[in-house]
């Protein structure tokens, strides 16, 4: 079981049974939860700060990001994860949880090393229990 991953949707239904999901399957111990892109970059860099502090604090293992999102989406965050905070959370994977069929996010997805699999919504107990060897 992770100790705790960061769900990112802007859909308040979709995060609700993301976390039903991921308690179900016992997935994780903590889930966090984002509304956009910004919501969780922000969070990313509130948790250097936290992490300089606190040698045990445990900062997300994983994080399933939705794509399309208002204020910025999942690309937009994955750049700037990318570019400002991939060292400092090297650690940390993605999983793209989104409703998109086009061929081209899928490829979009692969120039991102953070990203480890791309899924679609929505999320199911059997999806995480074929990730879960992967992540414990």
């Known amino acids: 079981m992770l100790k705790s991953i ?41 948790f250097v700060a936290k992490k300089d502090r606190d040698a045990i604090f445990q900062f997300p293992q994983l994080i399933f990001l939705d794509l399309n999102m208002p204020v910025m989406n999942g690309w937009e965050f994955l750049d700037l ?37 791309f899924l679609s919504k929505p999320i199911t107990v059997e999806m995480l229990q074929n990730l879960k060897p992967l992540y414990s």
């Open 6 to 46: 960061l769900c990112v949707d802007d859909d308040p239904i979709t995060l609700m049974l993301c976390k039903k999901v991921i308690v179900k399957a016992e997935f994780s111990e903590e889930i966090i939860f984002a509304n956009n892109g910004q919501e969780a970059y922000d969070l990313f860099q509130s």
């Open 81 to 117: 994860f990318k570019e400002n905070l991939s060292n400092e959370f090297s650690q940390t994977k993605v999983i793209i949880l989104s409703s998109t069929i086009d061929p081209s996010d899928y490829q979009k997805a692969k120039q991102y090393e953070m990203v480890s699999h």
